[in-house]
């Protein structure tokens, strides 16, 4: 159990953010001067859409719409303007979409609001009243049914697929037999393991959207005439003693538990109910953590290998990406534990030096979840710094 | 549970994995009945083999194929970059 919002649609928040969300990237710096203004706000700065293909604008609407609807988001300024709106990122229609689930919204057109700096004091004004509004909601008890977490791991080394990941997997495990959801993602990183998940999958149309999403990325990497070593693993990996992509791969599964993959979801695309999901994603810590809480996961979860970092207080790869879902962070590795203490929030090294069993770790890491759901803070999320955030679009630009 | 200086995954495995920054001539029990000699210093985390590799077979971790031998080697050697190929999305092949 923990302590969460219970939002007009049922879902749980365990942040009580109101989001600024400017739907075209002309739009972007009404908005983040709004956000300057208002406190208890958080922004979405979006790409540019302009010279982007129809799916990759599709990808940027769901993503933008998806964070929108987040549990964690108590309600929503939409920004916009007719001026630039296309099919597929449509300010009004958004709103629309927003406002049908009962979560509070306010709409800002940039032109019918007289111009930029009029635009501003009535955003600021609609943000006042919707922070306002989202400081009347009382955290309840919440069951782990109406959690989502969404995990990636990164800096990976050997210790990740021995140590790290699998403690992630048992808590999945926990999670979603209790009727929670989870995510996974990162398909580069399932190359050389695909067969291991191809058989969780609940059927075969799962199964081929699984290996699909495979092949895929497989023949992009095979066409950029490169050894994948080049690219992925990453030097931090390799320097760590993870040798090739296969290997790397088969530590990372192991963060996804054992239960039955549902279904092989698009990036930023919401589950149609709960379990286990694969997110075909792309790994970047700046990209994945939007991706999860576009699709709702309520906590990301950061699990580092970290022996391939600097060995002095390392900057961690990512603060606060996933705009309104905290990032937490946590290791298998000892070493990583020592020397990123200020940032770690969860360390499953006792595994590594003997002292501990997955099962129990995975216990462990449960607790130490819900008391961050229950409204106590990530390490990184204390730290005042938002990283820029990546959508992942594959298309060319023109 | 005592720490283990070594660690083998599965039982199809044919390296083991450094709990420790282990160095050259240490004998790293790996089973009930194997110990292994280490011919050279091997990393925390790092790869060592427990048999003779032969070029071109399979390094076997996880009880999976993470690769293949570049050339032969020796038990106890380092097991890296420098002596073992993945097979996957490779674009230069």
Known sequence: MFLGYKRPDGKAGIRNHVLILPVHRMVNSVAMQVEKMVRGTKISITTGEVGRSSKDRETIARTLLGLALNGNVAGVLVVG?????????????MAEIINSTGKPVELLDITESGGYYNAITSGARKAHKLVLEASYYRREPCELKDLTLGVKCGTSDPTSGVAGNPVVGKAFDLLVKAGGTAFFSETTEIIGAEDKLAKRCVNEKVQEKLLAAVSQIEAKAKATGEDIRNINPIPENIKA??????????GAITKSGSMPIRDVLKYGERPPGQGLYFIDGWMSSL??????????????????????MPDLAPPMPAYSAGLITPMMYLTGNPRTCLKAEEFVDFCSGD?????SSIEEMAE??????????????????????????????????? | MCKKEGLVLHEKDNV???????????????????????????????????HDIARGEAIIKYGEAIGQAKDSIKAGSLVHIHNTEGQRARGDL
């Open chain 1, 287 to 308: 990209s994945l953590p939007l991706g999860m809480a576009a699709a709702g996961a309520n906590l990301f979860m950061y699990q580092l290998g970290g022996q391939g």
């Open chain 1, 351 to 355: 595994i590594m030096e003997g002292k």
């Open chain 1, 364 to 398: 462990k890491l449960m607790e130490s979840i819900l008391k961050l759901a229950s409204g106590t803070w990530t390490k990184t999320e204390i730290i005042n710094l938002q990283d820029p955030v990546e959508f992942y679009l594959q298309d060319p630009c023109f």
């Open chain 1, 81 to 93: 303007d007719n001026r630039y709106s296309c099919k597929e990122l449509n300010h009004e229609e």
């Open chain 2, 16 to 50: 083991g994995t450094a709990l420790n920054d282990l160095t050259a001539g240490s004998k790293i029990p790996v089973t009930k009945n194997q110990t292994i000699t280490l011919t050279e210093d091997i990393p925390y985390g790092f790869k060592f083999s427990l």
């Open chain 1, 241 to 250: 003693g993870i040798t090739t992509l296969e290997e790397k791969s088969l």
